[in-house]
């Protein structure tokens, strides 16, 4: 029996953290992911006992995370593009230590206190590390309301099996936007010892969750391990989705909320006769290297778009190595680009047409 | 080593036999060894970190309670508290480490958090993190080293330094005009409704080792009771290495310059009593 529901993305991801058996939600009101915290503060509670606490601050939260995220219970936190930076210390020491968890970042337009509409100005900072030091998140990007809960579930079970934090990579307008979403059953809250986390001396001796190895030969041994992770989840984790590639001499590459506009623009394309392809990045790190390099193999051009300055086009430039042509559209500052004006942008970069 | 000692040393071999004293029977005094490793000391000679170390590994002990306890070690000298203390340990980033309790203690309410943090840690960078966890009363232990000074980074000033007390950022002395006062950060945290026991202590002196080690005790005691709320115990301490004094003098410094300004004693108390 199908459970649906019209949900906003932020009530949808909230909803789904709580069916997942999420422990513990620790974070800090920013618009416009708000929903996020006062929709747990509502719910969650009644429902699971799962922990809901508003912090100080972001990075009190992600230190709580840090924290809660030690004992090996499922924990996670949401936020948006000023306190995602603020997080970012916090993130690098969990990525070191190791520990599993679930980030959010609703993204909207900077730099600085920027604006409350969606942006993807955050694709740097979330896919190349963000914080000090070498390390990687896995990204993953939902386009639809239903991706933002459908994500929760899954970025738990990545983060597990990789010992990884996992960040969902949406924007204002995914967490603001109604639709209709179907939502999973309810999961027990289960806890278990999985042999590395600190929940009171077991046997042994103490066990030490620490991000600190101050010989080099050690630290270096640690980014040795943590890039053959990085190096198993490339290999293994890649998610892409793509629509009417085989045939196209064109093709568009975008990721979340701006690949659904783009298939729009695609549509408008054919109807034109030219024929247009779209490639949308799910996991944005794992990035879909080999994908586009063989999907876009025939392709006479790529029109790469993102709500921000092009962030992802140097990833998809680096993907076909100079093998296709590579043209960047996109807006910045919150504003949505429109179906048409992606045609427009595709026609006058590639076909020279339209002025 | 000089021909004295070495007489002595054969004199007293062939008067007892070690292994004949070395008798379970005879052991007045022993280290913890349950709740503390045997590792080479990394604390400079006569610095306070080491015995408020021992004195947790006791408490742990003789409340039986090492697999109960959770702790948080801070950025500062006693990073690497979990060299010495053989408990579950989470490492918190500089001034988070009450946040990192807070997460800990609210997925693990039953098990025993507390954080061990320096001046530095608490009442700069941790500020914020300081008053908001003892604010929401959260049921942990704060165990609070104030040396005055930045021992790990080489001896700046603190936010407890004293004025015109000399660091390598005030090298002609704290001008509180300039720099600011000194943080009794002690005696805000006390004012907070969400705090139940707050105190001030040292360990320069063997009574005051056992104070503190009282203060350790109780505060894991009103936690393990229920804990209506932060428990908060600030150890005044010494840096030998960075006051550049020898452990002896920086003692007497500590009693004559730090303790008037932050006198010992309790600050509140769950029964409202002071003592
Ligand atoms: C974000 C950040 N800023 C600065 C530092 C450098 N740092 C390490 S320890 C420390 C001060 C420690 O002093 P205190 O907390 O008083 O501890 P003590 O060593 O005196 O026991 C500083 C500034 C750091 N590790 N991280
Ligand atoms: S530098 Fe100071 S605080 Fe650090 S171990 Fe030495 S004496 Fe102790
Ligand atoms: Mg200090």
Redo the contacts with the bound molecule.
Sequence with gaps: MKELKLMKGNEALAEAAIRAGCDAYFGYPITPQSEVLEYLSREADKRTGMVVLQAESEVASINMVYGAAGTGKKVMTSSSSPGMSLMQ?GISYIACAELPCLLVNVNRGGPGLGTIQPAQGDYFQSVKGGGHGDYRLIVLAPSTVQEMADFVELSFELAFKYRNPVLILTDGALGQMMEKVELKVQKERKFEDLGWTTTGRNNGNGRVITSLHLKPDQMEEINIHLQKKYKTIEENEVRVESKNCEDAEYIITAYGLVARICNKAAELAREKGIKVGVIRPITLFPFPKKEIKELTKNAKGILDVEMNAGQMVEDVRLAVEGKVPVEFHGRMGGIVPSPEEILEKLEEKFIGGVV | MNERRMLDDQHFETMIEEESICTSSNVVYDAPHKALYDTPMHYCPGCG?GVVHRLLAEVFEEMDIIKEVIGVA?????VLAYNYLNIDMSEA??GRASAVATGIKRVLPDKLVFSY?????LAA?GTGETIHTCNRGENILILF?N?G?????GGQM?PTTLPGMKSTTSPFGRNVETMGNPLKITDLVAQLPGTVYVTRQAVHKPVNVRKTKKAIQKAFEYQQNGGKGTCFIEVVSN?PSNWKMTPLDSNKWMEENMLPFYPLGDLKTPSGKEN
């Design positions: 210390e | 970190h801070p950025v500062g000298c006693s980033a500089h943090q320096g001046d530095g840690d960078i080293i040396n000074i930045y021992g790990m980074t603190a840096c």
